[in-house]
């Protein structure tokens, strides 16, 4: 990316390895991810540009002397943060605050919408398919390196569960997995604050039970309608502007709580309101490395399909077009395959 609205492709140097936990992974699936639109709108000119992407499924194919747990020709799972596995925060299942850890793409180090790149930590960072994988599979194993992983992240933060009532702010691929994954954890209604048509076919498929359209104070009063005034008592809040925050604390149940997975873009937030209501906040980068193992069987034996988020598949040539029809909303997520 060299600027607003200005990607293309570029030729670059190999990647090659650098440090012996390194790993060299030939990519076969990666996408366009709503976080990459922060920058796409906005990103000051540059002339060296800004390697891009952090979601990928890809092939081993070079390995440093110290790497010990992932081999040449393993299928892996590349999610957005890297991590070296040992440190006490990644035992702790918080590898996105790895003391040796980082972020690709355009929050960090090289970015995966690449033929190739180099994994630092590779051994921590990676996560090898058993068995390889099923192509049938592909989309639903890619939303694994983030957005199934951050929308599970939302939810779980909120504590959604049985006998919960979730809203979801936001009807893109991380509000729409956030879904999936309050319907999963057992919530007993999902009401998605949304208003495109296509995004809310998809939500009904995945568990929503309610859908609101209105958004600002029309929206809030609307929430507090289907809840018999009183708010929702979980909150994903998918979105990361200041009026998706506001909306969130408004429609809060008091004692709820609220999970926030949308790259903040204000701030700060009421004190007041989350002192008065006795509301937890709490969310940021998913660790979804630590989610993988919980979610993958799911994925495995069909029960969840979180790759339906993906509505268009382009080839890197076309990544361009892949930004612009997500910008323009003429997609939800787009996979680069190679």
Partial sequence: MYGARHVRVANLADATLVEPTDAIVRVTRACICGSDLWPYRSMEPSETGQSMGHEAIGVVEAVGRAVAK??????????FAYSDGTCDLCHEGMHTACSHGGFFGWAGLNGAQAEALRIPHADGTLYVLPGGADEALMASLLTLSDVMGTGHHAAQVAKAGPGKTVAVIGDG???LCGVLAAKRLGAERIILMGRHPDRIALAQEFGATEIVRERGQEGVERIRALSGGYGAHSVLECVGTGDAMQTALDIARPGGAIGRVGVPHYSSISPEQTFFKNLLVGGGPAP???YIDELLPDVLEGRIQPGLVFDRV???DDIADGYRAMDERKAIKVMVTF
């Fill in 173 to 175: 691929a991380v509000g």
């Fill in 314 to 316: 382009i080839g890197l």
């Fill in 70 to 79: 992932v081999k040449v020709g393993d299928v892996v799972i590349m999610p």
């Fill in 288 to 290: 979804v490395r630590a």
